[in-house]
């Protein structure tokens, strides 16, 4: 790994303006910026008020069931032969998915601006089901923005969002996937400024976005780092986590940023393979540029216009990614390494067989690559892989992989 | 003097407001472009605004989304947009073309290059929808030193402070966004663009044009008296969207900028009476 990190203090990042070193910042419309001002300082304040943190515990704690277990994988390590692999079960949070810790943090936040009604985009879903589900608790008005070729892919949150009473809106701009759903959330929330919250599900957009979803994430890696030293003794040798706008990663890794002897890896999504052109791995084959108000890694052609991109998981199917992953990339803090279609699939049928669980086909990307990286550690070595969410919701999509038709 | 300064300043001599039609380079298709700015010249556009297409326009409404889509089909590029302002120069050496877009085809073409080619090819400023001051710093700085303009926007939700932040960096105009929302939004409020205004003019002396939710004559000479211009941008690109390639060119572009003469009358009426 570079040393080029050695003198970071990572605590000083993002600066006042939002830069994690060139990346993040706040690419906007003029429209946008008191509402981006506004949003970061009720953040700072309210991020150091008693009454709020002790708020947010609670929900954690008592709604969406934290602490999650660190749960050592025996069968599956011994199987590998390698380092011990830890799995960090953010899949047993309500809502099945890491997504909720950030959406309960977001939603607070609306409630004490006092703002009625709150907007997200979602891709998969999972996000736009973990935002109607803080909105349905608090009482307050949603609306979700999702792509049309999205919503026919995933009829099932789509219900289920409608069963949490609120509103999906279908996107049918662009390419009509979640990169348009977060441009048509950034309409609406220009368009309806003074009363409505853009709960944004990933740790990227303009500052403070990356900032706060981060924060609010990192309640993973602090939780992984005390349940690993108490269970081990010892921190981790490594983690693992998949890296599609990056909140789950961001949220594992931060709290370890400071540990010189933990190696980290980000795993984004290769599709059919980096080489193809086929994939939604930024990191690994893209370019810095700006989209949806920040400078990071991007999938562009040319001329600079953003391309299609591809992964079997939707969570992960994004063309940009979080900016302080770029910055990390960059001074070589963070290694970041795609996993195939294929290799992600072979992952969620092997967890499932060897452990009974069924990982995300999003977590299945990092449970692909902490085998092949396991495989290459001793026995007295550890891992710990985030498994960001559970694969309920993409049994559909393995099943018609399978030509198995499920109703 | 830049083209833009000798165009306010002659027709604030005239007591007249400056029309500022906008439309997106290549739509409905490339090789109509150049036409329909001598077009909009002809029918009294004073300044064209000139879009340059991106994939993921995010502060546009439906219909300059679409004049993206239509013009991304025929892959129009940031460097084929300098082109066309190039070929439009050979015949207009006056009339100021201003690129309005968003940042990434610019930092992909690299700005200092951007700088260099959009000069030669007579690019007279740069309005990009997605970069507020606090990024802008170098880019307003190769813009200024190549001779172009950068020019900001301005909402109704800019407080004094952040007015008096982007003027300082503005040059060229100032571009005041009429309302809430996106471009072709459909609630213009007189009241609320005059208390923008006023606040605008306590931080600046730049010429001010208003842009968002202007759509005809009636709702130009409206906002023209409180300003030193106005935007045409989504009624104008409504007409291009209905375009049909088997009909004669001619006409058809004579149809789309009637709209323009239309409103040239309105706002010169209002000037005059």
């Known amino acids: 790994m570079s040393k080029q990190h050695e003198h970071v203090d990572f605590s000083q990042f993002p600066n006042a303006e939002g830069h994690f070193g060139p990346y993040g910042g706040r690419f906007v419309s003029e429209t946008l910026i008191f509402a981006l001002d506004e949003l970061a300082e009720n953040y700072q304040r309210l991020s150091q008020d008693p009454e709020f943190r002790a708020e947010f515990d609670r929900d954690l704690a008592y709604y969406v069931g934290r602490p999650s277990p660190l749960y050592h994988a025996e069968r599956w390590s011994r199987e590998v032969g390698g380092a011990q692999i830890y799995l960090k079960r953010e899949d047993l949070n309500h809502t099945g998915a890491h997504k909720v810790n950030n959406t309960i943090g977001q939603a607070l936040l609306a409630k004490y601006m006092g703002k009625k009604r709150v907007i997200a985009e979602t891709g998969a879903g999972q996000h736009g089901v973990a935002s109607a589900t803080v909105a ?26 409608k069963l949490l009473g609120a509103e999906v809106i279908s996107v049918k701009s662009g390419s009509r996937t979640l990169k348009d759903a977060m441009n048509e959330a950034m309409r609406d929330w220009v368009t309806n400024v003074d009363d409505t919250f853009y709960i944004i599900g990933t740790a ?52 370890f940023l400071d540990d010189e002897s933990v190696a980290m890896y980000g795993v984004e999504a290769g599709g059919h393979g980096v080489a193809t052109g086929e994939h939604a791995a930024p990191l690994s084959d893209g370019t810095p540029g700006v989209l949806h108000g920040n400078r990071t890694y991007l999938m562009q052609d040319e001329a600079g216009q953003i391309i299609h991109t591809h992964s079997v998981s939707a969570g992960l199917d994004y063309p940009g990614v979080g900016p302080e992953h770029s910055w990390l990339k960059d001074i070589g803090r963070v290694n970041y390494v795609a996993i195939n279609d294929d290799e992600a699939l072979d992952a969620f049928r092997k967890l499932t067989l060897v452990e009974g669980i069924m990982p995300a086909l999003e977590s299945s990307h990092a449970i692909a690559y902490a085998e092949k990286l396991a495989a290459t550690m001793r026995p007295d070595q550890s891992i710990v892989v985030n498994l960001s969410g559970r694969g309920d919701k993409d049994i559909h999509t393995v099943a018609g992989i399978d030509g198995i038709g499920i109703d | ?88 120069r050979q015949t207009n050496a006056d009339t100021p073309v201003v690129l309005m877009g968003y940042t990434n085809p610019v930092e992909h073409m690299g700005y200092s290059h951007f700088a260099e080619r959009a000069k030669q090819a007579g690019v007279d400023g740069l309005l990009t929808v997605d970069m507020p001051p606090e990024e802008a710093g170098e880019t307003s700085r190769l813009l200024r030193d190549a001779g172009m303009d950068n020019i900001f926007l301005l909402a109704p939700t800019s407080s004094d402070q952040r007015v008096a932040k982007v003027a300082a960096l503005a040059s060229g105009y100032l571009y005041c966004v009429s309302l809430k929302g996106v471009t072709g939004a459909g609630h213009l409020d007189i009241d609320s663009v005059r208390e923008q205004m006023q606040r605008i003019r306590q931080h600046s002396d730049l010429p001010v044009t208003v842009g968002f939710g202007i759509k005809d004559g009636e709702s130009a000479s409206a906002i023209a008296p409180l300003c030193e211009g106005v935007v045409v941008g989504s009624a104008l690109v409504d007409r291009l969207a209905k375009w049909d390639n088997a009909a004669d060119t001619d006409k058809q572009i004579a149809e789309a900028v009637s709209l323009i003469a239309d409103i040239r009358k309105a706002i010169d009426a209002v000037a005059d009476a």
């Open chain 1, 204 to 255: 990227a957009g303009p500052h403070p976005y990356p900032m706060l979803v981060r924060d609010f994430q990192s309640v993973i890696g602090r939780e992984a780092r005390e349940q690993h030293l108490e269970q081990t003794g010892k921190l981790p040798d490594a983690l693992v986590a998949c890296v599609g706008g990056g909140s789950n990663a961001i949220g594992l890794f931060h709290p």
């Open chain 1, 136 to 161: 349905a608790r608090l009482g307050m008005e949603c609306q979700v923005f999702m792509g049309e070729e999205d919503i026919r892919r995933q009829a099932l949150n789509v219900y289920r969002m």
């Open chain 2, 1 to 88: 003097m830049s083209r833009l300064a000798k165009v306010f300043e002659q027709l604030a001599e005239r007591g007249a407001k400056a029309l500022v039609p906008y439309i997106v380079a290549g739509d409905p298709a490339p090789k109509h472009t150049v036409s329909l700015m001598h077009a909009l010249v002809d029918s009294g556009a004073d300044i064209i605004e000139l879009g340059v297409p991106f994939s993921d326009p995010m502060a546009e409404g439906p219909t300059i989304q679409l004049a993206h889509e239509r013009a991304l089909e025929h892959h129009v590029s940031l460097s084929q947009v300098l082109d066309m302002v190039a070929e439009f």
